[in-house]
């Protein structure tokens, strides 16, 4: 089937806007991640869904980061008043469960803040 | 906290053996994972330790020791294609279960 989505795939904002990033699972995957990917660096987690829930948000850098899940499939990360330090590849995983043992990644959306 | 250690870059001849090792510090250790990223491209998983031991799967195989906190990914035969990132990665049970991820070693297979 159809693997992890995510779109746009690149993203250029002025500093200060604000930005939204989607992110397609795989159908049926209950757990879905955010990562934050620094060049030449391994993924950072952000945030975890169950379904709709927001079980962990310890990841965001700050209150300009906002992820939501309506209905437990979707996702969308949003940032607001983006930062040039804010340029990164952001990641969306997903997995059947959280303690699967296999995470799913998206190819990631690169932004960047100019 | 986390502490997650591997080389940032390795180089090797295409057809040798390659072990990459990871080193890591953990209080609630619950899996080890290997992942594969090409540049530009998703991370893809290729192996997961959770019992003390080696994991063979074709051409890779993982190794972990938890008494050491020490893992390694070795790669046969190698091929172009095996030049990539290689991301190691532990689950911590007591952050919420969220992989932490090592930064990556670089791996570049020559001619």
């Known amino acids: 089937g159809a693997g992890v989505s995510q779109s746009p795939r690149y993203k250029v904002a002025k500093r200060g806007q604000d930005v939204a990033l989607r992110c397609d699972p795989i159908?049926?995957?209950?757990?879905l991640f955010w990562y934050q990917q620094a060049l030449g660096q391994g993924p950072e987690f952000l945030t975890y869904f169950q379904n709709e829930a927001q079980l962990d948000k310890s990841g965001l850098p700050s209150d300009r980061f906002f992820a939501e899940r309506p209905e437990g499939s979707v996702s969308t990360l949003k940032i607001q008043r983006t930062q040039q330090e804010d340029s990164a590849v952001y990641l969306c995983?997903?997995?059947?469960?959280?303690?699967?043992?296999?995470?799913?990644f998206g190819p990631g959306t690169r932004l960047t803040v100019t | 906290g986390q502490n997650i250690d591997q080389p940032t870059e390795m180089t090797a001849t295409e057809g040798a053996i390659v072990q990459i090792n990871c080193t890591y510090q953990?209080?609630?250790?619950?899996?080890l994972f290997w992942y594969q990223q090409h540049a530009g491209e998703a991370p893809t998983f290729l192996s997961y330790?959770?019992?003390?031991g080696l994991e063979e799967k074709g051409r890779f195989s993982s190794f972990l020791s938890r008494s050491k906190g020490y893992s390694y990914l070795l790669l046969k035969e190698l091929q172009m294609k095996d030049s990539a990132s290689y991301l190691c990665a532990v689950r911590d049970n007591n952050q919420g279960g969220k992989l932490i991820f090592g930064q990556g070693t670089e791996l570049s297979v020559k001619p």
């Open positions: 995983a997903s997995s059947y469960y959280r303690d699967s043992y296999e995470q799913y």
């Open positions: 330790n959770v019992l003390d």
């Open positions: 159908s049926g995957h209950v757990s």
């Open positions: 953990t209080s609630g250790f619950n899996g």
